[in-house]
């Protein structure tokens, strides 16, 4: 009895550090990770806090332990004010070409996903093409896509900006690189749209990667007697700085896009990779004034990107407030380190 009572006090010392950490987990979309780095670091963690915090309500449940009460208000909480990790059931409905449009936005990773070699990038690339074509959306935001992505597609109406691309069956009257003040591999661009009588403005992001090596995809892969415990430490500090150097970037790169959003003459759609989660502030800032299309009508968990121990969704569309989302799906084809993701809009009502 005394051991049990003495791991019933170990764990609920557990169960209170996590409830702190799950705390600024969960104020996280409120906190600027260029003051406040810690926060964009647990964010990404979010469903493996609440996760735990599952498993810890079991554990007292099955003890019929009133410590169980920490744990639930945690999960009850973030069900009602936490950004949806996982959606019970789709939104399906056909919508009539006059009042709607379809989108797709796809992160490529330049046609490396079957290797480097160019004989291999150039057969890769058509099998993408193909992929698109088939999917046939009346509007395609590309992601680290190549030149020649624009020419295989033969959308009538293009505009690309370095490795990002919006193809058009409607006319693209005007559009924008948005030019990052920081240096950065990643760029973003937008592009105005005539659909029938209206204009609208589609964004497509491509925000501040991680830049991970090969040690960050290997760090919780490797067998544990493989690397020694100060090559660990040193492998983990490194991730957490890019962390922190990437979500500060992307911050001042958000910032420019919201002004840019903001003096828009025409209502928006905001598409793309924003190399972040949900949980986190970049989010939370972006979808002021749009509905994210998964939580409107995905289903699941919607992860678009899987190449690590978890699943994350960083890819997203983003549709105006005035609008609506059907039809949302996380498109399942292995042809990059990232899932392509489509929705149909509906914009006149």
């Given at each position: 009895m005394k051991n049990t009572s003495l791991l019933?006090?170990?764990?609920?010392?557990?169960?209170?550090?996590?409830?702190?950490?799950?705390?600024?987990?969960?104020i996280a979309p409120y906190l600027n990770p260029k003051s406040f780095s810690i926060s964009a670091i647990l964010?990404?963690?979010y469903p493996m806090i609440l996760a735990l915090h599952v498993m810890l309500?079991?554990?007292?449940?099955?003890?019929?332990?009133?410590r169980i009460v920490g744990s639930l208000l945690t999960i009850i909480l973030s069900y009602f004010f936490s950004s949806p990790i996982l959606q019970p059931k789709s939104s399906f409905k056909a919508l009539a070409k006059d009042q709607s449009f379809s989108i797709m936005s796809f992160n490529s990773q330049l046609a490396y996903f079957s290797g480097g070699?160019?004989?291999e990038v150039e057969k890769h690339q058509s099998k993408i093409a193909h992929f698109i074509k088939q999917?046939?959306?009346d509007i395609v935001c590309l992601q680290e896509v190549r030149m020649a992505m624009s020419i295989n597609l033969n959308y009538p109406y293009t505009k690309a900006y370095g490795f990002s691309q919006i193809h058009s069956k409607y006319e693209i009257v005007s559009s924008e690189k948005i030019e990052f003040d920081e240096?950065?591999?990643?760029?973003?661009?937008?592009?105005?749209?005539?659909?029938?009588?209206?204009t609208i403005r589609v964004y497509n992001l491509h925000l501040e990667s991680l830049h991970l090596g090969y040690e960050d995809y290997n760090l919780f892969k490797r067998k544990s007697d493989s690397q020694t415990g100060n090559e660990f430490q040193d492998n983990t500090k490194n991730l957490k700085h890019k962390i922190r150097l990437a979500s500060s970037k992307r911050v001042n790169q958000v910032e420019k896009i919201l002004r840019s959003i903001a003096n828009s003459p025409y209502p928006t759609i905001i598409c793309?990779?924003?190399?972040?989660?949900?949980?986190?502030?970049?989010?939370?800032?972006?979808?002021?004034?749009?509905?994210?299309?998964?939580?409107?009508?995905?289903?699941?968990?919607?992860?678009?990107y899987r190449q690590l121990i978890l699943p994350f969704r960083i890819d997203y569309i983003l549709a105006h407030k005035q609008w609506n989302a059907y039809n949302f799906?996380?498109?399942e084809d292995n042809l990059s380190d990232h899932q392509a993701i489509r929705c149909d809009i509906e914009f006149n009502q």
């Open positions: 019933n006090r170990l764990i609920y010392i557990f169960n209170l550090i996590l409830i702190a950490v799950w705390g600024v987990a969960f964010a990404i963690g309500i079991i554990y007292w449940l099955l003890r019929f332990n009133k070699k160019k004989e999917e046939d959306a240096k950065s591999t990643n760029n973003s661009c937008f592009a105005d749209l005539k659909i029938q009588k209206d793309g990779d924003f190399n972040d989660v949900p949980q986190s502030y970049i989010y939370k800032k972006l979808t002021n004034n749009h509905k994210d299309a998964f939580i409107e009508s995905g289903k699941g968990y919607g992860a678009t799906e996380v498109l």
